[in-house]
């Protein structure tokens, strides 16, 4: 996976334990299977399959509800560049106590992936207009458009009546704590007093109907917020006149998505931010990324929505990579989705009320700015 961290829970297939990432901004639930195949997502050379860095693999000999399903392969390649091939078949699965029986999913055989070592593969919860089923047994002949869509976990859970059509997500800035995923309502931790809510934004509707359609949890954002200094206040509302006051930048939609690490906001929110950082943090060409010392005293970084500012902590700025190197929290997107993944959910209580079609946001575990103004010279 990139750098950062991903939000694991424990999921049952078949009767065997594994924790999967919890993604809301994919829909397949996939594992990897016994005898699977890793591949270098760049070069895609054949490679040691402890290289892709998945736990326990799925051995379907050990399960009677394993059901194959004839001519349908799995086929999805991620943002990144990690892409996945397999088998699709039902099972059973379980999840917070909730199970579902012969549940659509799929066992990778082929994988490019960047795995954590702890988890076995991944529990979407998008829409399930975005899982990636597919006619036939090539992948090399799937076609674009072509997926045979079918019901994420999460939708049989609200469908089957078992739960509400609601989770929430609560990210723990403390790595042991994890977090908590609630399905079916909201978790009873400290969040503010204030919920802000805004609409799920649908790509358009289902083809001869009035229906929504919905991919990922895409809302309004008014913009972010970006300084040097705790002191500096912002406009609410993009068009806003008032000199005492620092505009919002970017406004327009976002994504929240558990399965991404950082965030990835348009090019001149990323470079703005880079350059308030103390020391600067520098762009690397090779990586294509923005990295900061780790002792860097970061600046002030917000998203606004609902016309109310979510604040980031400053120490999820600074997120620790590999090599003892420090990257920056906030990344360039090179005009492409704007993301909010894990260094803002840190810092807000989030429902996804699929019901209702919208998001609700409430602040939580922010400790305060940790920023301290430096003279340019320093």
Not at 251 to 274: H, K
């Amino acid at each position: 996976m990139e750098a950062g961290q991903v939000f694991l829970a424990p999921v049952t297939i078949g009767g065997q334990e594994f924790y999967l990432v919890v993604d809301t901004g994919s829909s397949d639930p996939w594992v990897a299977d016994t005898g699977f195949e890793c591949y270098d997502p760049y070069s895609h050379d054949q490679i040691n399959p402890e290289d892709c860095g998945f736990a326990t693999p799925y051995d379907r000999t050990l399960s009677n509800t394993f059901t194959p399903i004839p001519n349908e392969n799995f086929n999805i390649t991620y943002a990144d560049g990690e892409y996945l091939n397999g088998d699709m078949a039902y099972e059973t699965i379980s999840m917070g106590g909730i199970t579902i029986a012969r549940q659509k999913f799929a066992v990778v055989d082929y994988a490019a992936w960047y795995g954590d070592q702890h988890s076995s593969g991944l529990v979407g919860f998008a829409y399930g207009t975005l899982t990636n089923a597919y006619a036939g047994n090539d992948p090399k002949a799937d076609k674009k458009g072509g997926t045979l869509l079918y019901n994420p976990l999460f939708v049989n859970m609200y469908n089957q009546s078992l739960i509400a059509p609601i989770f929430s997500m609560a990210i723990d800035r403390d790595e042991s704590a994890g977090g908590v995923l609630a399905l079916g309502g909201i978790p009873a931790i400290p969040h503010g007093k204030r919920f802000v809510s805004v609409a799920i934004k649908s790509v358009g509707v289902f083809a001869g109907t009035t229906t929504p359609a919905y991919e990922f949890y895409t809302v309004m954002s008014e913009g972010f917020a970006v300084a040097g200094s705790i002191a500096t206040q912002f406009n609410p509302m993009p068009g806003m006149s008032n000199p005492l006051k620092q505009n919002l930048v970017a406004n327009g939609t976002v994504i929240i998505d558990s399965g991404t690490s950082l965030v990835y906001a348009p090019n001149q929110v990323a470079d703005s931010l880079a350059a308030l950082f103390r020391p600067p943090a520098t762009f690397d060409d090779e990586a294509g990324a923005y990295f900061v010392e780790c002792d860097a005293a970061p600046p002030v970084f917000g998203v606004s929505i609902g016309q109310k500012i979510f604040w980031v902590n400053g120490q999820d700025l600074i997120v620790r990579a590999s090599g003892g190197r420090c990257i920056m929290g906030v990344q360039p997107n090179y005009g492409g989705l704007t993301i909010l993944g894990d260094v803002w959910m840190k810092n807000v209580l989030c429902v996804f009320d699929v019901g209702a079609a919208q998001m609700r946001f409430a602040e939580r575990q922010f400790s305060g700015l940790v920023y301290t103004p430096k003279s340019p010279t320093t």
